[in-house]
């Protein structure tokens, strides 16, 4: 029988919108990604686990191209993405909002919006100002404020927002629940629910379990750059040894 903590496929009926195999990655002579796999199908949320330093925003960082060391494959819809510039891969349908922000301070909320801006796509729900406004309310309230002069939660709301504009089918989202106030996180789980009902694909690095397992379907647990754990939520928290091995604080 085989160990549900190795593999969850999802259906071959219905083939993953990412699919990751084989995935190693490296920092200079450093490999910190090992044979990794992992799957997302369409308009699925799905959790990349564990603690600090286990692998997860490099994941991020080999799926959107930027290691210049990577072998294995990554694909978007069955288009191989290893091997692409990073632009080219946004330019895809992949979108990425990393951990650190990185919104352009100097710029007010609607001019962070126009440089996120893209075409609509066929296959992605189409994103305009003022349906990204009816998402982040808090963004309204304050269009012509610099980037600089937001606190922190609203600057993770804006940066999600500035991905959106590009329209993707798939987002990664890089811990964002992550030092920011609790009524910001309730929020953050709020649009993510409302971006998984737009038919959008969410891939979310997290280590807050009860935020992870309000908003998403599956999880994949990472320890040292593998894969330790893959299943349902529920599975997750059924599972107390894989919890206090390689989640537990």
């Known amino acids: ?139 309204r309230e304050m269009p012509d404020r610099p980037g600089g002069r937001m606190s922190g939660g609203e600057q993770q709301m804006l940066s999600v927002a500035r991905t959106l504009m590009g329209n993707p089918r798939l987002v990664l989202l890089d811990e964002p629940s992550e030092g920011v106030a609790p009524l910001i996180v309730e929020q953050m789980a709020d649009v993510i629910g409302a971006l998984k009902q737009e038919g959008l694909s969410v891939l979310l690095s997290e280590q807050n379990l009860p935020f992870a397992a309000a908003v998403s379907d599956r999880a994949y647990v990472l320890e040292k750059g593998q894969v330790r754990f893959a299943g349902s939520m529920a599975m997750l928290d059924a599972d107390e040894d894989v919890r206090g091995r390689y989640l537990a604080l």
């Open 1 to 139: 029988m085989p160990d549900p903590r190795v593999s969850v496929p999802l259906s071959a009926a219905a083939p993953p919108l990412l699919q990751v195999q084989g995935l190693h990655a490296f920092y200079g002579r450093a490999q910190v990604l090992f044979d990794l796999g992992l799957e997302v199908g369409r308009g699925e949320v799905v959790a990349l686990m564990g603690r600090n330093g286990a692998g997860k925003s490099t994941t991020m960082k080999a799926i959107m191209g930027l290691l210049e060391r990577s072998r294995g494959s990554v694909r978007l819809d069955g288009r191989e993405l290893l091997g692409l510039d990073p632009f080219r891969i946004s330019r895809l349908g992949v979108g990425w909002v990393p951990e650190d922000r990185r919104i352009f301070t100097d710029l007010t909320v609607l001019e962070n919006l126009e440089v996120g801006r893209r075409p609509p796509r066929e296959d992605a729900p189409e994103w305009t100002v003022a349906k990204i406004f009816d998402l982040f309310p808090n963004l």
